[in-house]
């Protein structure tokens, strides 16, 4: 019997530990590197609980230090994607059924390991296997992850509680049912804890989940999984399998009882999973929620009242943290000319300070890593080399990339004089970043500009002191991002405070971080009961 009436969950973001050196949790840290890196991993696909090996694999790779593999990873065939589809719907009945304060427990539990013993863990195989330092691993892998957990759970009870109104003669109620099928998760590589909260959200809620983790964070996510794994989920509630993009798509996509897909990557793999779906519109049980988040062409608007310190700061730390590869991260701004020349002078200093500071990830004082693998690495310099080849732009700063040892390409810095260039319009998800500068009377006219210049409209800020300056940019680019962002840099998004996720082609904009987000994994059902008949 379960009669117990829960009316909330207190939820509190995740502090972020210092690291200081001979800290416990530097120590503990420094320990787990070591362990991995003098480890090698054998990492099966994982179906109904039960480990799979097809002897078809791929390598864990260190970016920054490409000749070191972690381990190796096995990729499921048609086979076993068919297996984790009847393993998922198999599980679905006695999760669902589950009550949901059972569900929410084994995930609160997971937050716990996460911030405790499994905290070293997780940081240091998002340290090695996505190039981060160790403020950004657990910003992401510890912080993050684990407020995704817990804030799941309190916004769950939120959502629970919200019942519709009764009178004398009916008494009506909201059932919150899973969705019917299954839902199909696929994780990118560079937050560990979006790939968590990828298949966390909707299994919380009550559906079963096939992860496809991304082919360049299957460690991580395979600590994750196993981090579920020992705070009690029930075999088959998540199916770990890594696979071919061409075969999940092939196979998952279009089954009959595909009911959900949650997704972080590009716009254009989105696109092309979207146009499958609605080729097969008729051959589902239910419509597919689709939950999206993708690209970005994030921007910086300076006003000329704007503080050029806590900008040109903002600027650096937007663009650069992470080696620009978040997808919040700053990749076009626009300058007032009465401020350039400051500006250039304080950006300058500070690109110069974190370009001595790239390389191994493991030192305390490094502020960038590399860049995930060689592709990525390629098309990077592709744009530097556009920029650097064109009559139209200059690089004055950065622009050296060396892959000899990791995929490492200095913080780079164009100025264009053209606003619709290339490297102002189109994605490049690395560390480059570009600068127009406007007249100062142009402000307005420059606000239309930001505002129609890029088919994203994921993030964005205005630095002004000017009140009605803020307005004015505040309402011009309405659009232009879901999380718009005052006098601070527009990455950093923290999970209950500014929920993410944008819209145009940057996503279906379902917040991730919010009980928004949760509430598409649900099928509400009202049942109206006559209390006189």
């Given at each position: 019997?379960?009669?117990?009436?829960?009316?909330?969950?207190?939820?509190?973001?995740?502090?972020?530990?210092?690291?200081?050196?001979?800290?416990?949790e530097?120590?503990?840290?420094?320990?787990?590197l070591?362990?991995?890196k003098?480890s090698?991993?054998?990492?099966?696909?994982?179906?109904?609980g039960?480990e799979?090996?097809?002897?078809?694999t791929e390598?864990?790779?260190?970016?920054?230090?490409?000749?070191?593999?972690?381990?190796?990873?096995?990729?499921?065939g048609?086979?076993?994607i068919?297996?984790?589809?009847?393993?998922?719907l198999?599980?679905?009945?006695a999760?669902?059924?589950?009550?949901?304060?059972h569900?929410?427990a084994?995930?609160?539990?997971?937050?716990?390991?996460?911030?405790g013993?499994?905290?070293?863990k997780?940081?240091a195989?998002t340290?090695l296997?996505?190039?981060?330092?160790?403020k950004?691993?657990?910003?992401?892998s510890a912080?993050?992850?684990?407020?995704?957990?817990r804030?799941?759970?309190?916004?769950?009870?939120q959502?629970?509680s919200?019942?519709?109104?009764?009178?004398?003669?009916?008494k009506?109620?909201?059932?919150?049912?899973?969705?019917?099928g299954?839902?199909f998760a696929i994780?990118?590589?560079?937050?560990?804890?979006?790939?968590?909260?990828?298949?966390g959200?909707?299994?919380?809620a009550?559906?079963?989940v096939?992860?496809?983790p991304?082919?360049?964070?299957?460690?991580?996510?395979y600590?994750?999984?196993?981090?579920?794994?020992?705070a009690?989920?029930?075999k088959?509630v998540?199916?770990?399998?890594?696979?071919?993009?061409?075969?999940?798509?092939?196979?998952?996509?279009?089954?009959?009882?595909?009911?959900g897909l949650?997704?972080?990557?590009?716009?254009e793999?989105?696109?092309?999973?979207?146009?499958?779906?609605?080729n097969n519109?008729?051959?589902?049980?239910?419509f597919p929620?689709?939950?999206?988040?993708?690209?970005?062409?994030?921007?910086?608007?300076?006003?000329?009242?704007?503080n050029?310190e806590?900008?040109?700061?903002?600027?650096?730390?937007?663009a650069f943290?992470?080696q620009?590869?978040?997808?919040?991260?700053?990749?076009?701004?626009?300058?007032?000319?009465?401020?350039?020349?400051?500006?250039?002078?304080?950006l300058l200093?500070?690109a110069?300070?974190?370009?001595?500071?790239?390389?191994?990830?493991?030192?305390?004082?490094?502020?960038?890593?590399?860049?995930?693998?060689?592709?990525?690495?390629d098309?990077?310099?592709?744009?530097?080399?556009?920029a650097?080849n064109?009559?139209?732009?200059?690089i004055i700063f950065g622009g050296n990339?060396?892959?000899?040892?990791?995929?490492?390409?200095?913080?780079?810095?164009?100025l264009?004089?053209?606003p619709?260039?290339?490297?102002?319009?189109?994605?490049?998800?690395?560390?480059?970043?570009?600068?127009?500068?406007?007249?100062?009377?142009?402000?307005?006219?420059?606000?239309?500009?930001?505002?129609?210049t890029?088919k994203?409209g994921l993030t964005g800020?205005?630095f002004?002191?000017?009140r009605?300056?803020?307005v004015k940019?505040?309402k011009?680019?309405?659009?232009t991002?879901?999380?718009f962002?005052?006098?601070?840099k527009?990455?950093?998004?923290?999970?209950?405070?500014?929920?993410?996720?944008?819209?145009?082609?940057?996503?279906?904009?379902?917040?991730?971080?919010?009980k928004l987000?949760?509430?598409?994994?649900?099928?509400p059902?009202?049942i109206?009961?006559?209390?006189?008949?």
């Open positions: 019997m379960n009669n117990s009436i829960v009316t909330e969950i207190k939820f509190k973001n995740e502090p972020v530990l210092e690291y200081k050196e001979g800290s416990p530097r120590i503990e840290l420094e320990a787990q070591a362990q991995m003098n090698y991993v054998d990492i099966p696909i994982i179906i109904d039960k799979i090996r097809t002897g078809n390598k864990c790779i260190v970016p920054h230090d490409h000749k070191k593999v972690l381990g190796e990873y096995h990729i499921a048609k086979e076993e068919k297996m984790a589809i009847e393993s998922t198999r599980a679905k009945s999760w669902e059924e589950l009550h949901w304060q569900r929410v084994i995930f609160l539990k997971a937050a716990e390991l996460a911030s013993p499994w905290r070293a997780l940081n195989a340290m296997c996505q190039s981060k330092t160790y950004q691993a657990e910003i992401d912080c993050e992850l684990v407020d995704f957990l804030y799941n759970a309190y916004a769950l009870t959502i629970y919200e019942q519709p109104i009764s009178t004398k003669i009916f009506n109620r909201m059932e919150y049912r899973p969705l019917e299954f839902v994780s990118p590589f560079n937050f560990t804890s979006i790939a968590c909260n990828l298949v959200a909707p299994a919380i009550g559906n079963t096939i992860w496809k991304s082919s360049d964070a299957v460690y991580s996510s600590l994750v999984y196993k981090l579920f794994e020992a009690g989920l029930p088959g998540i199916n770990f399998v890594p696979c071919r993009s061409i075969d999940a798509e092939d196979i998952i996509l279009t089954n009959e009882n595909l009911s949650h997704f972080t990557g590009s716009t793999v989105f696109q092309r999973m979207w146009k499958i779906v609605g519109i008729t051959n589902y049980r239910t929620r689709l939950v999206g988040e993708t690209g970005g062409k994030n921007y910086v608007m300076a006003h000329p009242s704007a050029i806590s900008l040109t700061t903002a600027i650096i730390e937007g943290e992470y620009g590869q978040k997808c919040s991260a700053v990749s076009r701004v626009y300058i007032p000319r009465s401020l350039w020349p400051d500006v250039k002078e304080r200093q500070l110069e300070k974190i370009r001595g500071k790239m390389g191994d990830i493991e030192k305390r004082s490094t502020f960038m890593g590399a860049v995930i693998n060689a592709d990525a690495f098309r990077i310099v592709s744009y530097i080399e556009f650097r064109s009559s139209e732009a200059e990339y060396d892959d000899s040892v990791g995929y490492f390409i200095e913080p780079t810095i164009i264009t004089q053209n619709k260039f290339k490297t102002m319009e189109e994605e490049i998800f690395g560390p480059v970043l570009t600068i127009y500068i406007y007249e100062d009377e142009d402000f307005e006219e420059t606000l239309n500009l930001c505002a129609n890029s994203y800020s205005i002004a002191k000017d009605y300056a803020l940019a505040e011009a680019l309405m659009h991002a879901g999380n962002y005052i006098n601070d527009p990455t950093g998004a923290i999970v209950g405070q500014q929920p993410f996720g944008g819209a145009r082609l940057s996503g279906t904009n379902d917040k991730a971080g919010s987000n949760l509430l598409r994994w649900m099928s059902r009202i109206k009961e006559n209390l006189i008949n």
